[in-house]
């Protein structure tokens, strides 16, 4: 009996303060998150979006031929 009574004592506890550390079962999303600008990244000059990632500039470079950049 005084086991039992023991082990119900131990089990109250641990669920109390579970409860009060605020363990919770759910995910809760952050209220703010920073956005920092990625300026490692090489851009254009002109463009207005910012830097191109290094994916994008492999696209540009191999879509654009190079007759469309030609002067003459």
């Given at each position: ?20 550390t605020g363990c919770t079962a759910e995910y809760k ?44």
């Amino acid at each position: 009996m005084r086991k039992l009574c023991a082990i119900t004592t131990a089990g109250i506890f641990l669920l109390l303060s579970a409860g009060l550390t605020g363990c919770t079962a759910e995910y809760k999303a952050p209220e703010a998150v920073e956005i920092r600008p990625m300026t490692q990244l090489n851009s254009r000059p002109d463009s207005m979006y910012g830097p191109v990632s290094p994916v994008m500039q492999d696209v540009y470079d191999r879509s654009i031929s190079a007759e469309v950049y030609s002067t003459e």
